[in-house]
């Protein structure tokens, strides 16, 4: 077993006392998912007490369990790591990790397009050497410190996702990573509800940059209203290394210029003089921008952005971030295209600009299903209701809705777009289910709270056997 934890380091990181030898080759903060090997964390939650789960996953084969007391139900001679508290002693093996890591670090943040631009940059760097990412969205208070802790020693290039919905975390957040270069995508009203103004919003991004040695970069969105704000932040920290992305005459990594298809984008880009031309396998005008994010950051980080490029054409999308399938239609099929997992005004925008590219079969339509975008505060309903031209730009031909936000965006579509609201996503998924016929193509999109992956999972229920998910 690869060794990623010995008992000797883990005490000298947590302070705390062990039980008896082991060896951890993996770190997890969840029974139902830990693999042998792991060193399973007995945290303390709102609804849930780690403590309580020890005994399971040793069971399921875990190395050993740090904890705080005694677990019940676990073995006399358990494999235990002691410590006075356990999301302590997590942030200090995120902190080991840190500290016995050479790899250059990236940290990633922004309003919208986080977790596309971190898998991003995995896969542009780990064909240049050893790389590791934060799984899937771990951006938070427990997601980042867990990352870290999983970080393999010989990892070369280190990316971690930072998320927020209140001032104050990515500050803690980028103590614990310490990033060598910060990524922050673009600044919208997201979360807005938390924040007196979009540039608190900024602010709060900016404090990515307080983990930073001055020796450190910045890769930001020079076509954003805040790139000013965030860089006077970056530079007031000591950071004089700012490389902005995007379209503006003064970009360090500029587009050149790019084609947008239905499946995939041509784009060329100057990083620093450099011209690269590439393909990226996910459409859309904010993987463009993505992707100069992306090369920004392995120019920061002193990679090869001609390979990084190239790594562009092996993407593919996340479940519930733009991932595409086949399902049943009448005596047909539909395609769908699932953006479940999150919505912001912005990535609304971006979801139905794809729509837009994307071609329906034979007597087909385009076909939003859309659900509450949260956490807006006082603007939601407006921010709502703006979506109708983005809507009618891309020719959507039948909107449904749910949640009490987005009837704000029902009642102000025309009538002949309005296709049905409903209350819950269970509600829709059925009446979505019934009014799928062949040649359609249908996105669902909304925040997570609004629970629309309950229309996707509906809809891929129906799916015929022969039609297998693509992409």
């Given at each position: 077993m690869t060794s990623l934890w010995t008992v000797a380091e883990a005490v000298a990181a947590t302070g705390g006392r062990t039980t008896r030898e082991w060896l951890a080759s993996g770190v997890s903060i969840d029974s139902r998912s830990v693999l042998p090997g792991d060193l399973f964390i007995a945290l303390a939650g709102p609804k849930f007490d780690g403590h309580d789960f020890v005994a399971a996953a040793l069971a399921k084969g875990a190395a050993a369990a740090l904890v705080a007391r005694m677990p019940p139900g676990a073995d006399a001679n358990a494999p235990l790591l002691l410590v006075a508290d356990t999301m302590a002693a997590l942030e200090e093996l995120g902190r080991a990790s840190r500290r016995r890591c050479a790899a250059q670090i990236i940290g990633v943040t922004g309003s919208v397009g986080k977790t596309g631009t971190k898998e991003a940059l995995k896969r542009a760097l780990e064909r240049q050497g050893p790389a590791f990412a934060s799984a899937g969205s771990l951006n938070n208070q427990w997601g980042v410190p867990l990352s870290l802790a999983r970080m393999p020693r010989e990892t070369r290039w280190g990316i971690f996702e930072m998320g927020m919905n209140h001032p104050g975390e990515i500050d803690g957040l980028s103590r614990l990573v310490r990033p060598d270069v910060a990524v922050i995508t673009t600044i919208e009203p997201a979360h807005l509800g938390f924040f007196p103004s979009v540039a608190a919003i900024a602010d709060a991004k900016a404090e990515i940059f307080v983990g930073m040695e001055a020796s450190g970069a910045a890769v930001l969105n020079r076509d954003n209203?805040?790139?000013?704000?965030?860089?006077?932040a970056a530079r007031a920290r000591g950071i004089t290394r700012i490389l902005g992305f995007g379209t503006h005459p003064d970009a360090t990594v500029k587009l050149i210029d790019s084609h947008l298809y239905a499946t995939a984008s041509a784009v060329t880009a100057s990083v620093m003089g450099e011209i690269v031309d590439y393909c990226i396998a996910i459409p859309g005008q904010h993987w463009v921008m993505n992707s100069l994010a992306v090369l920004g950051a392995v120019k920061a980080a002193g990679g090869d952005v001609g390979i990084a490029a190239a790594a562009m054409s092996s993407l593919q999308p996340l479940d519930g971030r733009g991932r595409r399938h086949r399902i049943g239609a009448g005596e047909g099929s539909a395609e769908l295209i699932d953006e479940s997992y999150n919505a912001s005004p912005a990535s609304m925008r971006a979801a139905l600009a794809v729509?837009?590219?994307?071609?329906?079969?034979?007597?087909?339509?385009?076909?939003?299903?859309l659900g509450d975008m949260l956490e807006l505060g006082d603007d939601a309903e407006r921010l709502h209701a703006e979506l109708t031209q983005p809507i009618i730009d891309a020719g959507v031909a039948l909107v449904f809705t749910v949640g009490p936000n987005m009837r704000a965006l029902y009642d102000a579509l025309p009538k002949r777009l309005r296709g049905g609201h409903a209350a819950t996503s269970a509600e829709m998924a059925e009446i979505v289910a019934r009014r799928l016929r062949p040649g359609d193509i249908a996105t669902v999109k909304g925040s997570f709270g609004s629970r629309m992956a309950e229309v996707v999972r509906r809809l891929l229920a129906g799916e015929p056997a022969a039609a297998a998910a693509r992409g």
């Open positions: 209203d805040y790139f000013a704000r965030l860089a006077e729509l837009a590219t994307m071609i329906p079969g034979k007597g087909g339509r385009r076909i939003a299903v």
